[in-house]
Structure formats: structure tokens, C-alpha cells
């Protein structure tokens, strides 16, 4: 697997060495002057104050609980640029994925813009879906050292393979840019209105049925004349998915493996006092105990956020806190294992260089799952984690 992943690598810089090729005429021109190479990496320690080792979370970090210790939580590099006025190319790996330091494709898509500003274009490859703003704020970006379940369990890493369709007016497209650059915690640019179509399955898995992914997406992103930021956004798709299936484990006949949802997000950008929440319904195959099988049954859930912006000796610190609840499957584990979640995470991150961010998350967590193996494993616990991210 290694040497395929190196392969793969090095067929990404052949092509880029072909399209970056100057144009007849055209005075030549070498790579690093259209393309540019960052990342970051996150180094945590999950254990401090743990009041119970068995509680855990698998789509979150899993070096959470039992056995865990200092871990990289994520490694990132991003190499991006313009390849042509047209043409923009992004490639993200990360070297630390799964938290067992192993490389893996996060994301690798080409922009194709139809016009000169670029409001209008197409997205080929494997990158974010256009689904609920914690979802698309960048990790790096993010105060709560995990996404939430609610809406990370409708698309598992965020990322799938497919086409997307982005349009937003250039004002806008610098003003979700700014959102960034401030240090407002923005979510990037995804346009205005988002669409597409892809696999359905979780990046880097082959597609299991028939049927795309369909996803929408339209926000905004409101400026008051105090100078104020706030975004509103709508989403929702629909997909067939195959669950990880033991067995003896079915779907109960011929029900379909149907997943769908519609959320709504709402974000008062923090200048200084911010408010952050999310809530989305839908229906997801679930593990069902009484049948020990598979079914399609209603999920929902969602989360509230508050944070205060500030500055210190030129330094940035955010105090922040969240809570969050999640009732339903989560598709991609095994069995599509039954969750209820009830957690409150409350910390602060602080930028003493532009380099090196520190965050510290109190979390008070209430987590039971129900699977074939383990009906209703209730874990309730509190933790204090850490975490220095490195920026270059």
C-alpha cells in the first residue's frame, strides 16, 4: 500500500510538470512561481483529569480513552496554486491519518473557473462536500479539537469524490476570504450557492452501489453597517449507502439502504462576542436492536457555540464553549452503530506566535452505542485534552 501511495504521488507531480509546461510564446515560467506549499500539524494529549478510560469516540480523535497517549493528530501539507487563469489545482495529504502516523489523500481537485473573476466554476476530484459550516471550516481553524457528530456523521472526513458546482459574486468570494484572513474563524469559500454529485461512499473508498450523492447547498454571508459579520446557510442531499455489515446482520428485507438530511446553520462571527449553532433531521441506516438488523430511521441533532474574540499583548486568545447533542446511526461504523451523544466542551485557544497555536478543551461527555456486539454501552466521563498546532 505504501508503494502505491508513492506512485500515486509521484504521477500527481508528472502531470502537474506537463500542465505547468509554458504555452507556445508564452516567456517560460518554474513551478514554485505558480504554486505554493503549506500545512500544519497538531500535536495532542487527551488524558489529563480523565475520569473514565472506556469512554471514547471513534469518529473523533482515537487516542482518546484507554491506551492513549501523546499522538499527531493530524500532519498536513498543501501544495495549491494557479495553473492557469482558468485553472486552479489543490492537493492535501496527510502523514499522521487514522492517528497511526499513515499517509493518506485528503484532498486533490482542479478548479475550472467559466468566467474571468471566476464567480462561476466546476470542481473535479476528491475534496469537501458542501454540507453544514463546521463540516468546511478547515481543522486548523476550528476552537473545538473535534467537529461535532451530528453533522460529521453525515459525511464522515468531509470529503468524497465527485463534481461540484460552485457560484459566488466576487465581492463575496473576498469577503468569505477575509472571514479567514481576520481571524474571524470563517468556513472558506464554497460559494454562495453550492451543488453537486459524488460517490456517496467516504473519501478514499470505492463507490458500493448505483446511486451518486446528490448534495445543495446556499449561504450567505451578511455584513451589518456596525461592520458586523453573519451567515445563514441551508443544506441538505440524498444518497444510498452500504453499511458495514457483520453476518447475519441484513437490512430487514428489502428496505432500501436510504440517507438523507437537511440542516441549518447560523454564524454571528465573533467581534468579539461570537455564536455558532448547527441542526440537522434526516433518516440513515441505524442498527436496530429488537431486530438485529439494519434499518432506515430518523436521526437529528446539532450544536451550540459561543466564543469571545480578543487580544492581549498583541497576542489572540479565544475562550470559547460548546454543547452538543447527536441521536441516530452513524452509516460508516460498523453496523451503523446507534448513538446518543451528549457532550460539553469548554476551553480556550491561544496564538502566542503566528506560528504555534495552543488550545486547551475541558470536555464533560455522556456517550451510549448500541451494536450486534454491545447493546446500550453507556460511558460518561470528563477529560481535559491539549493540543499545540504548528502552522508554516
Known sequence: MLFSRLH????????????LAPERGVASQKWYDRLNLRGYMQFRYNRLLETNPLLECEQCDKSWGENGSFSIRRARLILSGDLHERVFAYIQPDFASQDTNTAQLRDFYFDIALDADREFRFRLGQSKVPYGFENLQSSSNRLPLDRADSFNSAEPNERDMGVFFYWAPLEIRKRFRKLIEEGLKGSGDYGVVGLGLSNGQTPNQLEANETRMAVARVTYPFQLESGQY????LQGYWNEFEAIKPPKVDYGGSEPTRDR?????????????????????????T????????????????????????????QSLIPFVRYQVYDGGKKHEQDARRHSVRDLDIGVEWSPLPALELTL????????????????NAQSGSLLRLQAQFNY
Open 361 to 376: 478543551d475541558y470536555g464533560v461527555s455522556q456517550r451510549t452505542t448500541s451494536d450486534s456486539t454491545a447493546e446500550n
Open 261 to 285: 438530511r437537511v440542516g441549518a446553520s447560523l454564524v454571528w462571527y465573533p467581534q468579539p462576542l461570537g455564536f455558532q449553532a448547527e441542526y440537522n433531521v434526516g433518516d440513515s441506516p
Open 230 to 233: 453573519f451567515e445563514t446557510s
Open 287 to 314: 442498527y436496530d436492536a429488537g431486530t438485529n438488523s439494519i434499518r432506515n430511521q430518523r436521526v437529528h441533532g446539532g450544536y451550540a457555540q459561543t466564543m469571545f474574540n480578543t487580544q492581549i499583548a498583541g
Open 8 to 19: 500515486c504521488f509521484g504521477f500527481l507531480f508528472l502531470i502537474l510538470s506537463l500542465l
